[in-house]
């Protein structure tokens, strides 16, 4: 399980509705209609934004035909982007109340609640009441969660057979400290990393095919330290729009990423598996 209180400890996830400074910035205040890509600057709080999402939307061939279940869906930019790009129905699951609600709120104005269903809940004691899905898929979150073996077997028992799972996570490149745990616990509510190796195994042990399993450690090592960079560089701006607690707060985590990421303790994994068509 995740705890919803001691999640908040992560500063990505304080001051949500930022997203709202943002969208006075360009003209859209109050309940306006939006469109998704409006939201897409600003909504995707994972590594390259829409363009990993594209990517997974064509590794699994995505349409509309399927249902999708997303794991940890923040403030649902990624479930917007697969349902207006591909017409898919996507369950966006999300842990945090505020986030869901906000979701929620955004889905709503874009037009899309027949295709994105939001859901609050852990993702570990979720009653899916036998639904089945065609895929599932994961920016940034399953770190969270202690027990992968656990997690990942729930995923595999949730799909139809034939489905598919696809995941973008944080693992560690070298082992870390007590200190630096406690550290990564603290500041991005980090529970599990397996390194990359052992990452693999733990998909292919509950009955998973691996179709493909990148290391992204260089490339989002660059991004890591290109955002911080550019955030700093529009730090005026950033106090115009959102002002000092919420700038301070990003600046402590980006450049908290940023070292984790330079200094090569930590790192990331991108995998497609796919569930046995007889299972």
Not at 15 to 36: A, P, T
Not at 63 to 82: K, Q, T
Not at 157 to 171: A, H, Q, R
Not at 221 to 230: L, M
Request: charged share 25%; with cysteine.
């Amino acid at each position: 399980m995740v705890n919803n209180l001691e999640i908040k400890s992560m500063k990505l996830y304080n001051h949500v509705d930022r997203i709202f400074n943002e969208l006075r910035e360009i003209g859209k205040d109050g309940s306006q209609s939006l469109l998704v890509q409006e939201l897409s600057n600003f909504d995707q709080l994972h590594y390259y934004g829409t363009e990993a999402v594209d990517f997974a939307i064509k590794k699994l061939c995505i349409n509309s035909n399927m249902s999708i279940l997303e794991i940890g869906s923040g403030i649902g930019g990624p479930a917007r982007h697969i349902a207006n790009e591909t017409g898919a129905t996507v369950f966006a699951l999300e842990l945090q109340p505020d986030q869901n609600k906000l979701a929620t709120e955004l889905t709503e104005r874009c037009g899309l609640t027949k295709k994105v269903i939001h859901l609050g809940g852990d993702f570990m004691t979720h009653d899916w009441q036998e639904k089945k899905f065609d895929a599932i898929v994961s920016w940034l979150t399953l770190y969270h969660i202690l027990d992968h073996s656990i997690l990942l077997q729930k995923c595999h028992d949730l799909l139809n057979p034939g489905g598919f799972f696809y995941v973008e996570d944080l693992i560690s490149l070298q082992p870390f400290s007590e200190l630096e745990l406690s550290e990564l616990l603290r500041e991005v509510y980090g529970n599990h990393f397996s390194d990359y190796q052992a990452y693999r195994s733990e998909i292919e042990e509950v009955g998973f095919n691996l179709i493909a399993c990148d290391d992204m450690s260089e490339k989002w090592t660059k991004f890591t330290r290109n955002r911080i960079e550019s955030y700093n560089q529009q730090r005026a701006r950033h106090l115009r729009v959102h002002g000092q607690d919420v700038v301070n707060s990003l600046i402590a985590f980006y450049s908290f990423i940023d070292r984790y990421f330079t200094n090569k303790k930590l790192g990331g994994i991108r995998a497609v598996a796919q569930k046995n068509s007889t299972s």
